[in-house]
């Protein structure tokens, strides 16, 4: 883009970034790399943020798990999507969702949003479970909801 940025500006532009919520390192090295910073220079922010406990992808992915599950039902692949684009590693999010969101809470989720279709009037089995997983619900958790003995197929 333009001229390369000195080292103070890169950490201004990082702590704004951080000030108006976390961010993951990804995110941060995404947004100096676009405002024209050099990868080394990048790097070295981010060791520091990381350094001083201002980046934390773990607590980043809890954050964001824990405030996206009290909204919209989703499944863990969704979930697990939304981490990832957000620049958390697989791994790291694949064990966050495992200690946040539990298989019994996913299905849970999935009945409830059932539910949610039937008061609406969706009473078509193949619609549902499309919907379910378009929502990242699994094939086994989206069955399993549909077959629940509380809201059986009609």
Known sequence: MSQEIT????????????????????????ALLKKGAPEALAAEVIDELLEAGYLNDREFAQNYLSVRLEQKAHGRRYYLAKLCQAGVDTQLAKEVLEEVYTKHQEEEQAIRFVERLRQRGETCPQKILRKLANRGFSASVSRSALNEENYPPE
């Not at 103070?8 to 704004?16: L, M, P, Q």
């Not at 108006?20 to 941060?28: M, S």
């Open 7 to 30: 080292l103070k500006r890169a950490r201004g532009i990082a702590f704004k970034m951080l000030g108006f919520r976390a961010r993951t390192c990804h995110q941060v090295r995404a």
